[in-house]
């Protein structure tokens, strides 16, 4: 029986031995999205997005010479839990790299930890810039990349004379809003032409809120909706619009969170012509874009669909690989980097820059809802350069980020001080 047991014990040493160095033979890759709660409707395709791509790229033959190993965790929108499940993922599980987050809180929450600890978290959505941190690689848009252009085609295209800017209640939305609402000052808007309104997240009754934005327009002016609102509380905001039989062309509104993934849960019919405005939209038609959607199809469902933040994620994995190939190390400070100056092909048929402030040069859509959840293109820019610093609040307008020559991403150039970034949420 001795015999047997030591027998046994040195097999089970050699299975730990072997799994130990199985662990070693891969780069793990952290997946920091929720997939419950009230951000899964969003978050859960992203992380599949994430493990599409690992395959890909295993199928490649891996990262030098390693396979990826994707090493997913569940935050649950729960804005501390993303700060615990980060650490976690950086001490335990020690991944090379994050790709995760969607709401700005969340980012927010988890930002001291990357810093602290020197991780890289790729940041694939869309937010309200007033931010460069030299762990996070921002993929989605910067305000003058998404929101400032949308508020231009409502003045330009539109005609619109009064504004509703609805956000749900945190930093995105709030940040975002002081930007456009200071802007559209600037173009001439009076401020009491502004209404400006909060919800919490998974906000359901909106027949007081939609009745308020109606009653703006009693004088007559054109009223448009400017949506900051994010989550399952849009199903509840978009259904409140079409019950009171409010159309497009009565107020039309522009969503900066509302994608086809979110619209494949709602019935559109009643929402025909109402906008979002994103850096990519699936019915983009270019030869990689429909390359992309049948990969992704192939892999997740014939009835999945594609989206604006699934293409950031697309563009900063591609960056990551290609950097990490340059640097020929996962290591954080050789990858960062390597990063600067990359281009990687984006979904629209052109290319995506990593610029000096961590974020990205990249084109703009304004997307009509269709009947069928997708979205017809009515305007695209030229790629524009993400300005980490907003040129619309007199405190930003100073500051400046260019990590490889400054070494910082908060540089005054009044003061010519690099000033130290709080997270503040």
């Known amino acids: 029986?001795?015999?047997?047991?030591?027998?046994?014990?040195?097999?089970?040493?050699?299975?730990?031995?072997?799994?130990?160095?199985?662990?070693?033979?891969?780069?793990?890759?952290?997946?920091?999205?929720?997939?419950?709660?009230?951000?899964?409707?969003?978050?859960?395709?992203?992380?599949?997005?994430?493990?599409?791509?690992?395959?890909?790229?295993n199928k490649k033959g891996g990262l030098l010479g390693k396979q990826l190993e994707a090493v997913v965790v569940d935050p649950a929108s729960d804005w501390p839990l993303f700060a615990e499940k980060a650490r976690e993922l950086l001490t335990v599980s020690n991944v090379a790299?994050?790709?995760?987050?969607?709401?700005?809180?969340?980012?927010?929450?988890?930002?001291?930890?990357?810093?602290?600890?020197?991780?890289?978290?790729?940041?694939?959505?869309?937010?309200?810039?007033?931010?460069?941190?030299?762990?996070?690689?921002?993929?989605?848009?910067?305000?003058?990349?998404?929101?400032?252009?949308?508020?231009?085609?409502?003045?330009?295209?539109?005609?619109?004379?009064?504004?509703?800017?609805?956000?749900?209640?945190?930093?995105?939305?709030?940040t975002t809003n002081n930007i456009l609402e200071a802007y559209l000052i600037s173009k001439g808007i009076p401020k009491e032409?502004?209404?400006?309104?909060?919800?919490?997240?998974?906000?359901?009754?909106?027949?007081?809120?939609?009745?308020?934005?109606?009653?703006?327009?009693a004088d007559g002016k054109k009223v448009g909706v400017i949506s900051t609102i994010n989550g399952d509380a849009?199903?509840?905001?978009?259904?409140?619009?079409?019950?009171?039989?409010?159309?497009?062309?009565?107020?039309?509104?522009?969503?900066?969170?509302?994608?086809?993934?979110?619209?494949?849960?709602?019935?559109?019919?009643?929402?025909?012509?109402?906008?979002?405005?994103?850096?990519?939209?699936?019915?983009?038609?270019?030869?990689?874009?429909?390359?992309?959607?049948?990969?992704?199809k192939a892999f997740a469902g014939p009835d999945r669909v594609t989206n604006d933040p699934m293409e950031a994620t697309v563009i900063g994995f591609q960056m990551w690989v290609a950097a990490v190939e340059?640097?020929?190390?996962?290591?954080?400070?050789?990858?960062?980097?390597?990063?600067?100056?990359?281009?990687?092909?984006?979904?629209?048929?052109?290319t995506a820059k990593m610029l000096p402030n961590h974020h990205l040069t990249k084109p703009v859509l304004i997307g009509e809802i269709r009947a069928d959840g997708q979205f017809d293109i009515v305007s695209q820019t030229e790629p524009v350069a993400g300005d980490a610093w907003t040129d619309f609040l007199p405190e930003s307008a100073v500051l400046e980020s260019d990590w490889p020559g400054l070494g910082c991403g908060m540089y005054n150039n009044d003061t010519k001080t690099c000033v130290q970034l709080t997270s503040n949420y």
């Open 1 to 57: 029986m001795k015999t047997f047991k030591t027998m046994m014990l040195g097999a089970g040493l050699g299975l730990s031995m072997s799994g130990a160095a199985v662990a070693q033979d891969t780069i793990k890759v952290g997946v920091l999205h929720s997939l419950s709660g009230t951000m899964a409707i969003s978050e859960t395709t992203l992380k599949d997005t994430v493990l599409m791509m690992i395959d890909d790229q």
């Open 97 to 174: 790299v994050t790709f995760g987050c969607w709401t700005s809180v969340s980012r927010k929450s988890v930002l001291p930890v990357y810093e602290e600890l020197n991780g890289l978290l790729f940041y694939p959505v869309q937010y309200e810039g007033e931010e460069s941190s030299k762990n996070v690689f921002y993929t989605g848009a910067a305000p003058n990349q998404q929101a400032i252009p949308a508020t231009d085609y409502f003045l330009e295209e539109l005609g619109v004379q009064k504004f509703a800017l609805l956000g749900t209640d945190y930093v995105y939305p709030r």
């Open 193 to 217: 032409d502004i209404f400006v309104n909060y919800t919490p997240f998974g906000h359901s009754d909106w027949s007081k809120i939609v009745a308020d934005v109606v009653a703006l327009g």
């Open 234 to 296: 849009n199903i509840g905001f978009y259904k409140e619009l079409a019950a009171a039989g409010i159309s497009a062309d009565d107020i039309p509104v522009v969503a900066f969170s509302v994608g086809e993934e979110e619209l494949s849960g709602l019935d559109t019919s009643n929402l025909v012509g109402h906008l979002a405005a994103w850096n990519y939209f699936q019915s983009a038609d270019v030869p990689v874009n429909a390359e992309f959607i049948e990969k992704w």
């Open 326 to 350: 340059a640097a020929g190390t996962t290591d954080v400070d050789a990858v960062r980097t390597a990063m600067y100056g990359l281009e990687v092909p984006n979904l629209t048929g052109g």
